[in-house]
């Protein structure tokens, strides 16, 4: 469903990405392991077409409707609305808005690009509440300004509820586990497991195995300079946990 | 007589541009003695009124137009202007609703303020002003019933000379300023209303102003007293036609609280601003001032200004009573040519008198949009406490903001705070909505009404909805 071929991308004038090859299929589960700087988080944003981050060759496709299509043709919010979601390693605050009223737009707006009735305002409440169970989040903090004033646990609790309440076909979690501690990390991977089905795709992007022992993926690939220099199984995050990156850094 | 023209200007984005094609009764056009003694001949002035304007007049004409404030404009040519048009089937005044000129009933029917008793939006009483006359004020009888006065300032003179004389001019003096004095001079009609004595207004009051006449300029007096121990809800909406010519409304609203009274008054301003290249538009020129008279006396400002091609406006409060409490809660949006310069004074002279002024100013295209504030605290003024905050966003490349807070404080006890921010719409932001979906107009609009929470939350809820409406309707015309 994702098809990303020799992809380089700048940013800025700086290239980050130098040649990225990855192929995601429905149902699997990929994390993306490396140091910083390796170009994880680029990645990440260009899939989700975050501007200022510039494609120079290759490319990304991305099904559509069982076609391969240029993801660079559509606009962020069409890739959100065919099915493409990030969760942010750094989601921001957006004050005067409530967290139930953004995702409600959200999740009409999805409705609306396929032609699908919305939902009423009643409705969602109730379906967004039942959601929140996911991440077991309170529901009271729908009623909140969108993360203002949330803890990072929080955050990351929301985005999670977000990919629950939109339910893509291809979320990219961009160091979802980074600032949580392990309670919290055990609730954000336990929400993510229960999202996994037959029909998404899941991107995991992590600096730490310790997210691993929580999602278990079905590949593991390790990007470094720019470039994935290895690819595997989940072993290879263990191996990787033992050797540490510089066995593998170019 | 004259008919009005039609010459409008094809833009579909402002859906109150169109024109009422309705006979009027006008006077000449320019400004002089004879005119203003004709203005107040038609409508059958007393004596007092016609000398107040007279002495207006001649104090006006040795004063200069204001430069101080951040704002472009050709020079306007007083000779040039209309200062009097009226609706010419409403010459005999005090008729009843019903049988008003079908094509005025029709144009607030467009407007979206239907007039007749069985279309009326509940829970509010509704003056409504058409060029220099208030063609109906409804409700009356409910409000009589409880001795709220509230009728048209023309009739006021008529029926309650002895109000109208005690406080016409009480807060905002004849000579306070140019444009001040000009209204002084050359007023037309505009709201009265009186609360008596412990009176808690049973309905939202209302005015409604349109300029609808080609070359005329409006100017709208509005007197407000709340008695001791009362209170009132008043809201104020404005729109007008769009034409080539500039429009000129030059307004003076005057508010008196007495003890333990209060004042709330809101106000959506959509006057036509103009086209996109600059055409037209109406200049907003207004004084509007309120006096918390009496102890423990509140008045409060809010206000929504995305119209006029030019706003100049400051409403302010005088907290002269011990105890008493300003507010001031502004959204101003400018796109395109727009620029405002609009903010706020509060002039601390009681005890233990607060104010809290918060302004929002959204500029977008190439307008420019500043907020101008003076925080006074006079010696007498013990304890007295004020909180500012001044936000701007900025959308785009070529708009701009500006800030420009006075505090003069004289009281070793006042405590002044002062918050202001300048911001960019935020990228972040902007790419974190649209990575749920929303596309880049929706987003905007969502985060200027989240950027706006604090303000709209203080508007009446009906007007609420609208000021939200109204604001996302004008930024998706003037982003994309």
Redesign the interface.
């Known amino acids: 469903m994702l098809k990303i071929t020799n992809l380089h991308a700048n940013v800025g004038d700086k290239e980050v990405l130098k040649g990225v090859t990855l192929t995601i299929n429905p149902g699997e589960v990929h994390a993306i392991m490396g140091p910083n700087g390796s170009g994880k988080s680029t990645l990440s944003k260009v899939i ?4 200022g981050y510039e494609i120079t060759s290759g490319k990304v496709e991305f099904e559509v409707n069982g076609k391969m299509i240029d993801l660079s043709e559509l ?3 069409a ?3 065919e099915g493409v ?2 969760a ?1 390693q750094y ?2 605050e ?4 409530t967290n139930l009223a ?1 995702l409600h ?2 999740f009409n ?2 409705c609306r ?1 396929h032609g699908a009735p919305e939902m009423s305002e009643e409705k969602f409440a109730k379906f967004v509440a039942e959601k929140s169970k996911i991440v077991e989040m309170d529901p009271r903090f729908l009623d909140r ?1 969108v993360n203002v004033g949330f803890s990072g646990g929080e955050k990351k609790r929301n985005e999670i509820l ?1 990919m629950a309440v ?1 339910s893509p076909r291809l979320a990219i979690l961009d160091e979802t586990d980074s600032g949580l501690d392990i309670d919290a990390l055990k609730i954000v991977a336990g929400g993510v497991n229960k999202l996994r089905s037959a029909e998404r795709g899941i991107l995991l992007i992590t600096h730490y195995q310790r997210l691993l022992d929580f999602i278990k993926p079905d590949f593991v690939h390790i990007l470094s300079a720019g470039q994935i220099v290895k690819s595997g199984n989940s072993s290879l995050a263990l191996e990787l946990e033992k050797e540490g990156y510089n066995a593998y850094i170019r | 007589m004259s008919k009005s023209d039609s010459t409008t200007l094809p833009q579909a984005e402002y859906k109150y541009g169109f024109v009422t094609e309705i006979e009027t009764d006008v006077v000449p056009i320019g400004l002089n003695e004879e005119i203003i003694g004709m203005i107040s001949a038609k409508k059958n002035e007393p004596e007092w009124m016609l000398n107040y304007r007279l002495k207006a007049y001649r104090h006006w004409l040795t004063m200069k137009e204001p430069a101080w404030a951040h704002l472009t404009y050709a020079k306007i040519d007083f000779q040039k202007i209309r200062f009097y048009s009226a609706p010419k089937t409403n010459a005999n005044a005090g008729k009843k609703l019903e049988e008003l000129d079908p094509e005025l009933l029709k144009t607030f029917e467009r407007l979206g303020i239907p007039l007749l008793e069985q279309k009326r939006i509940s829970g509010v009483a509704m003056d409504v002003v058409f060029d220099s006359v208030s063609v109906g004020t409804t409700q009356k009888e409910a409000l009589e019933k409880v001795g709220v006065i509230f009728c048209s300032i023309s009739e006021a003179i008529q029926k309650h000379p002895e109000l109208v004389k005690k406080y016409l001019g009480s807060v905002v003096p004849v000579a306070d300023n140019y444009y001040s004095a000009l209204n002084a001079a050359v007023f037309t009609d505009g709201s009265f209303c009186y609360i008596p004595k412990g009176v808690r207004c049973p309905l939202d009051l209302s005015t409604y102003f349109r300029i609808n006449a080609k070359d005329t300029g409006q100017f709208e007096r509005t007197l407000l007293i709340a008695d001791e121990g009362s209170y009132v809800n008043y809201l104020e909406g404005c729109t007008a036609p769009m034409r080539d010519e500039n429009q000129l409304h030059a307004a003076v609203v005057e508010l008196v609280a007495h003890d333990n009274a209060e004042i709330r008054y809101s106000t959506v301003q959509n006057w036509y601003t103009g086209d996109r290249e600059g055409r037209g538009g109406v200049y907003n020129f207004v004084t509007k001032r309120g006096k918390c008279q009496g102890k423990n006396s509140k008045i409060s400002w809010t206000q929504v200004e995305s119209g006029s091609a030019i706003t100049w406006k400051y409403p302010s409060v005088i907290l002269q009573g011990d105890n008493s409490v300003g507010a001031f809660y502004s959204v101003a949006l400018t796109h395109d040519h727009m620029q405002a310069d609009t903010g706020t004074k509060m002039i601390h002279i009681g005890k233990n008198t607060k104010s809290t002024i918060i302004s929002k100013g959204i500029s977008t295209g190439q307008s420019s949009n500043s907020y101008r504030g003076l925080v006074r605290i006079l010696p007498s003024a013990e304890k007295a406490r004020n909180y500012s905050q001044c936000d701007s966003m900025i959308v785009g490349e070529r708009a701009k903001a500006n800030t420009y807070p006075y505090i003069e404080n004289r009281n070793r006890s006042a405590v002044v705070e002062h918050e202001a921010s300048t911001s960019r719409l935020s990228e972040d932001q902007l790419f974190y909505l649209k990575s749920r979906g929303l596309d880049q107009e929706k987003a905007i609009a969502m985060l200027v009404n989240g950027f706006c929470k604090d303000v709209f939350k203080h508007l009446p809820l009906e007007f609420s909805v609208e000021a939200v409406k109204l604001i996302e309707m004008k930024l998706e015309n003037s982003i994309g």
């Open positions: 989700a077409g975050y501007p606009e962020p919010e890739r959100a609305c979601f990030l942010f989601p921001v957006v004050p005067g808005i953004f737009a959200a707006a999805v690009h300004g977000q939109l």
